[in-house]
C-alpha cells in the first residue's frame, strides 16, 4: 500500500473534524447555528471556524477551539473574534478564551501515526449521526 503524504493525511483530518464539529449541536434536520452570530443553516451550508487559528497544531483540532460560523462571521468578518471568544467563556466558563490562546502558542509535533488516530476517533463520532 501506497505510503499517505502529510499533506493528504492533515486533509484528510480536517475534513472528516469538520464534519463532526459541524454536525454536533444539529438538530434532526442537519440544521445548527453559527456561534457567533446565531444564523440558522444545514450544516452542509455552514463552516468549522476556528477561535484560534489553525497554523497552530495544538488548537487545530481542538473541540472547544472550534464552533460552527457562517461563512459571513467565519470568511468575511474574520472569525468575529472577540465575540467567538466572548461566547467560548459563556459556553466553557470564564477563562476558556485565555486557556486557548496559551494553548496555541505551545509547539506540537504531531506524527502522521496520531493524526490517522485521530481520524479514526471523528469518523467513529460521526458514525453517531446520520447524515
Do not use: P
Amino acid at each position: 500500500m501506497k505510503k499517505q503524504s502529510r499533506k493528504n493525511i492533515v486533509k484528510k483530518l480536517d475534513n472528516v473534524f469538520s464534519q463532526y464539529i459541524r454536525l454536533r449541536n444539529a438538530d434532526e434536520h442537519g440544521n445548527t447555528e453559527c456561534f457567533t452570530c446565531g444564523k440558522k443553516d444545514h450544516w452542509k451550508r455552514l463552516q468549522c471556524g476556528h477561535f484560534m487559528s489553525r497554523k497552530n497544531y495544538s488548537t487545530r483540532w481542538s473541540e472547544a477551539n472550534c464552533q460552527v460560523q457562517c461563512a459571513a462571521c467565519n470568511v468575511f468578518r474574520y472569525g468575529e473574534q472577540y465575540v467567538f471568544g466572548t461566547n467560548l467563556d459563556k459556553k466553557y466558563g470564564k477563562g476558556t478564551a485565555d486557556e486557548l490562546y496559551k494553548a496555541s502558542r505551545e509547539i506540537v509535533k504531531l506524527s502522521n501515526d496520531d493524526l490517522n488516530e485521530k481520524i479514526d476517533l471523528y469518523q467513529t463520532k460521526l458514525q453517531d449521526f446520520s447524515m
